[in-house]
């Protein structure tokens, strides 16, 4: 029996174009079988066909739409989810990182809980300058807000429309959902899944994102139960990420593209990191 088609929703740009080769890459390394990818851009007509060609060298069955510039995120969004086909759509973002289980972990959970939306209670946040990761853990955050917004899986019938402003849009369909009696499932143990990354150039800025480290990075002995599964994993990204580290306590997890490195002391300049808690979306 074939399975439901899911579509995925990626708002883009051309200052993401470096990126935007990697996400629809994960796309199509994606094990859920039955897929599409809707691509909603303010470009113009070459890079209109730069994201029709990128689609094409991964095999990605992909609806590509230009738009009028200057439209605010929510807007974009709400093109997206007009231009999909499939029974679920997918938030896909154009600056993070996608393992290839994501979707299929999340979609199993949603219909083993019989649920209009899934989301990821976990996630990985990358600062990708400074090449330091945190695993995140938002379950403690009051409900509904205890998951990783931009990880929305759900079925399309019940998604509401977001509203059209720049930023923090996420937020505000999650609570449309709620507020709309939506089935959520919440899913454990994949922070994995998903590499939320700052790179200078997100929506929100460095201190958003180190207010997201601060308030719910996993302590020292959480990670550290997690961390053979955190190398398996990252070995499981094409192409790989460059090499990284955790702090971790008074020490750092190191982990390079061939998950070679081992837990060593941390150096001084970790530690500082640490505190300052830097970067966001």
């Not at 709400?78 to 999909?84: G, K, M, P, Y």
Request: aromatic residues 8%; glycine residues 6%; contains cysteine.
């Amino acid at each position: 029996m074939k399975s439901p088609l899911l579509t995925g929703l990626l708002v883009t740009r051309p200052a993401s174009l470096a990126m935007l080769r990697t996400a629809i890459g994960d796309f199509a390394r994606q094990t859920w079988p039955t897929r599409e990818l809707v691509v909603v851009h303010d470009g113009d007509a070459r890079f209109d066909r730069t994201v029709r060609g990128l689609a094409d060298e991964h095999g990605v069955d992909a609806i590509v739409e230009r738009v009028a510039a200057s439209q605010p995120l929510g807007a974009l969004r709400n093109r997206s989810v007009e231009l999909a086909r499939g029974e679920w759509v997918a938030q896909w973002d154009d600056d993070d990182r996608h393992h290839p289980q994501r979707l299929e972990r999340q979609v199993d959970a949603l219909r083993s809980a019989g649920a209009d939306a899934a989301f990821s209670a976990e996630q990985l946040h990358w600062f990708k300058a400074r090449g330091t990761m945190f695993w995140e853990d938002w379950t403690a955050d009051p409900w509904p807000l205890g998951v990783v917004q931009g990880t929305l899986v759900a079925a399309r019938r019940r998604m509401p429309r977001y509203p059209e402003a720049a930023r923090g849009e996420d937020s505000a369909l999650l609570l449309a959902l709620a507020t709309a009696n939506a089935t959520i499932a919440r899913v454990a143990g994949i922070g994995w899944s998903y590499v939320y990354t700052y790179h200078g150039g997100n929506t929100w800025d460095e201190f958003h994102h180190a207010a997201s480290v601060a308030t719910h990075s996993l302590s020292s002995a959480r990670l550290l139960a997690r961390e053979a599964e955190l190398r398996r994993r990252l070995a499981e990204y094409d192409p790989p990420l460059p090499a990284i580290v955790l702090p971790c306590g008074n020490r750092v997890i190191k982990i390079d593209a061939d998950q070679a490195a081992a837990t060593e002391p941390a150096p001084a300049q970790a530690s500082a990191g640490r505190k300052r808690r830097a970067s966001t979306a």
